[in-house]
Every structure is written in structure tokens, then in C-alpha cells.
């Protein structure tokens, strides 16, 4: 069955810190792979995507991902984080023609220490 | 400036109502989509339509109507069929049959059934 698994419901670290929020997926066709950040009570606004070619892709905001097909996975990382990074996270997976068409991990919610 | 539109961004109705939620997009996208979000479940498809008067339906579509007369408009009806209506609900839309093609997503309505 296809899906997308993030490991971690909530995670804590302190501003300036590294973060990395974990992906794995299942899927059966070659994976077009997202992530996307949600404030409370907002929509969601896309950070990064992945298609092909270079597995490591920069998003805005300083956040990056990388696609390791043997692992099944596309962590996203930050090298530090900001108190406006406070958000949830969410991996997603699709069609590379059907943009909108996506299977959804459970979220990450990222807390920010001063 | 271009986006999608969701009203209202909160509702309230008795239980055993229809309601309608609204969804407008002036991206020019040919596809439109809804999700369902649940605190803890990510986000999962209730439908989705690639092109004016034709629909799919997601993993989530009983309880649930659409339709697609124009191109600009996709909205939801939540009917009394559906059990647990309570939840906050986003429409997305995208470039359709484009390669690296991806969604870009409303503000959300937050729908309480009291």
C-alpha cells in the first residue's frame, strides 16, 4: 500500500540548533516527493519538491531535503532553526502529473526554544 | 494577486445539515482538489477534479458531494451522511496532466457540527 510515514509527532530544539524531520515512504511508481509547512489554523505553503536529478534540493527558507531511494526516505534538515520555524510539517508524496493529488504523512509538529 | 479562495473560514452547523463550502481559484488550474484534516491523520483526499464537469473520488468521499461547472470553482458539500463532519477542510489545485507539477492550497474552513 502506498504511504508516507513521519516518525516523530512532535519535536523540541532550541533556536539556532540543526533540526531534521524525518520522511519514509512506500510507493510503487517512481515517487515525486514534498514537503510542506502549516501555522495553526492556516493552509499549507510548500517548502521543497523533489522530481529528479540532483537528490539534494534547497527549499525556501533555508530548509533542504534529501531523497535516499535506497532508505525509502526524504528528510528535511535546517542547519539552524528560528523561532518563526515553529510550525507543523508535512511530507507528501504523488504523480509527478497530478500535483495535487498526494498522499500524506501524519505531520511533525516543531516547537522552537528560546 | 492570484491564490485560492475558501469561505467562509469558519462554520457552524446543527447536526443533520447540508452544508457547502466554497472553494475559488484564479490560477487558471485545471485541477482542483479537497482534503480532509484531522488532528494526528495529515490530510486525506475526499475528491478531485482534473477538468470541468468530471470528478474523482479520493480515499475519504462518503458522506460527501462535489461538482465542477466551472473552472474556477470546486466546491464541497458535506452532507448528514456524513458521520463525523467535524474538521477543518482544504482545497488545493495544480496544473493538470504537467510534469513537476504542484498544489498550492487555500486558508482552510474550519467546520464544526454541533
Known amino acids: 500500500a502506498q504511504s508516507v510515514t513521519q516518525p516523530d509527532i512532535h519535536i523540541t530544539v532550541s533556536e539556532g540548533a540543526s533540526l531534521e524531520l524525518r520522511c519514509n515512504y512506500s510507493?510503487?511508481?517512481?515517487?515525486?516527493l514534498f514537503w510542506y509547512v502549516q501555522s495553526p489554523g492556516q493552509g499549507l505553503q510548500l517548502l521543497l519538491k523533489y522530481f529528479s536529478g540532483d537528490t539534494l534540493v534547497q527549499g525556501i527558507k533555508g530548509f533542504e531535503a534529501e531523497f535516499k531511494r535506497s532508505q525509502s526516505s526524504f528528510n528535511l534538515r535546517k542547519p539552524s532553526v528560528h523561532w518563526s520555524d515553529a510550525a507543523e510539517y508535512f511530507c507528501a508524496v504523488g504523480e509527478s502529473n497530478q500535483g495535487g493529488k498526494l498522499i500524506f504523512g501524519q505531520g511533525t509538529e516543531l516547537s522552537v526554544k528560546p | 494577486d492570484g491564490g485560492i479562495t475558501q469561505s467562509p473560514k469558519y462554520l457552524f452547523r446543527k447536526e443533520g445539515q447540508n452544508v457547502t463550502l466554497s472553494c475559488e481559484q484564479n490560477?487558471?488550474?485545471?485541477?482542483m482538489y479537497w482534503y480532509r484534516q484531522d488532528p494526528g491523520q495529515g490530510l486525506r483526499l475526499i475528491y478531485y477534479s482534473q477538468i470541468v464537469n468530471d470528478f474523482q473520488k479520493g480515499d475519504i468521499a462518503e458522506g460527501y458531494s462535489v461538482s465542477r461547472e466551472k473552472k474556477e470553482s470546486f466546491p464541497l458539500t458535506v452532507t448528514s451522511a456524513q458521520k463525523n463532519p467535524t474538521a477543518f477542510y482544504l482545497c488545493?489545485?495544480?496544473?493538470?496532466?504537467?510534469?513537476?507539477?504542484?498544489?498550492?492550497f487555500g486558508q482552510g474552513t474550519r467546520l464544526t457540527v454541533v
Open positions: 510507493y510503487g511508481a517512481t515517487p515525486y
Open positions: 488545493a489545485s495544480s496544473l493538470a496532466r504537467v510534469e513537476s507539477t504542484e498544489a498550492f
Open positions: 490560477l487558471n488550474h485545471d485541477a
